[in-house]
């Protein structure tokens, strides 16, 4: 069973440019959900893709963006970066919506520097 | 709305000391709780989880028991190793499978 996969590693931009962050779902999850972790902060909930539909939104202005595809991978896409971007971005993937009791399952992370 | 608190830190203990790390929530609903672990350079991993009322989760020797009465899910290990040094985060999930995590515990056991 493959798990949670994210790319890049790691990226340096530029502010104002825009990135893409990419996630493979792990086998059998229709879930994905993001989040931004900053530096000795805990991961904060950004959005969630539930069979390719926004399903929850964060307190995340809409410069953070997102896709889900059909066989559940996800992109999220953040426009106009910023400083304060700086942050781990970890995506998470879990077998159904709408059930509070399953966990999810996270990737390593993308390491995005804004400088 | 949804938010957890977790115990400042970081946190030193001695090999085989008895551990303790606090967590209360509030929350709308009937949350499910959970602790996760991440080591250095790594992402998060499931440590345990209780999903109702006085349900008690446990897992490589580390347990936490779901007290709505005082909204709290506290983490505990009777003897913690030097490779239980790591950062522990406290979680709770909404209905929709949305999840709200603290702002993380960092531990280190010395030996």
């Known amino acids: 069973e493959t798990g949670v996969t994210q790319s890049p590693t790691h990226l340096i931009k530029t502010r104002g440019q825009q990135v893409t962050l990419r996630c493979s779902s792990q086998s059998g999850h229709n879930t994905v959900s993001w989040y931004q972790q900053a530096l000795g902060q805990g991961p904060q909930f950004i959005f969630q893709?539930?069979?390719?539909?926004?399903?929850g939104r964060g307190n995340f202005p809409p410069r953070f963006s997102g896709l889900q595809f059909p066989n559940y991978s996800s992109e999220l896409n953040v426009n106009a970066l910023e400083l304060d971007d700086s942050a781990l971005y970890l995506c998470?993937?879990?077998?159904?919506?709408?059930?509070?009791?399953?966990?999810?399952?996270f990737g390593p992370g993308t390491r995005l520097t804004v400088t | 709305g949804n938010s957890v608190t977790q115990m400042e830190g970081p946190v030193t203990l001695s090999e085989e000391a008895f551990l303790t790390i606090n967590c209360t929530y509030t929350a709308t609903g009937y949350p499910s709780l959970f602790w996760y672990v991440q080591y250095p350079g790594e992402g998060l991993q499931l440590l345990l989880k209780?999903?109702?009322?006085?349900d008690k989760g446990s897992n490589k020797g580390f347990e936490a028991t779901y007290r709505k009465e005082t909204t709290s899910f506290h983490l505990e290990k009777g003897s913690v190793q030097v490779s239980d040094s790591a950062v522990y985060f406290c979680a709770l999930s909404s209905p929709g499978n949305q999840f709200y995590f603290g702002t993380g515990t960092s531990l280190t056991v010395i030996p």
């Open positions: 893709y539930y069979r390719e539909e926004e399903n």
């Open positions: 998470a993937s879990s077998p159904t919506s709408g059930d509070s009791s399953y966990e999810q399952y």
């Open positions: 209780a999903t109702k009322a006085d």
